[in-house]
């Protein structure tokens, strides 16, 4: 799976009876080959990706081959954390709470 197709499966991925009253703005900006920017937003028990940054409450970086072995369950996301291989800044609850979401 490629970081686009990702992206593009998250909305059907999604799991609104989880979401509660979440609403946030997150970007994900993925560095290298396959790499790019989207914003997911979350709202109103919906979610929506657009292929470009914009504001947002959570912002995550990371180089595009570092972040897919995240989601397929190859690299451990805390150790990749630690190890800067994958920058969080914004708030970390909203950043956990979408992986509740959509995994």
């Known amino acids: ?22 609403r946030a703005t997150y970007v994900f900006e993925l560095e290298g080959e396959g790499g790019g920017s989207w914003t997911v937003r979350v709202a109103d028990g919906s979610l929506s990706v657009e292929e470009s940054a914009s504001e947002a ?26 190890t800067k291989r994958l920058r969080v800044t914004g708030n970390l609850q909203l950043a956990l709470r979408l992986r509740e979401v959509v995994l």
Do not use: C, H, N
Not at 2 to 21: C, K, Q, Y
Not at 62 to 69: F, I, T
């Open 1 to 22: 799976m490629t970081a686009d197709e990702l992206f593009a499966s998250l909305p059907e991925r999604f799991r609104s009876e989880r979401a509660g009253d979440l």
């Open 57 to 82: 409450d959570v912002t995550v970086r990371a180089k595009a081959d570092d972040w897919m072995a995240i989601v397929e369950g190859r690299m451990d996301p805390q150790l990749a954390y630690l």
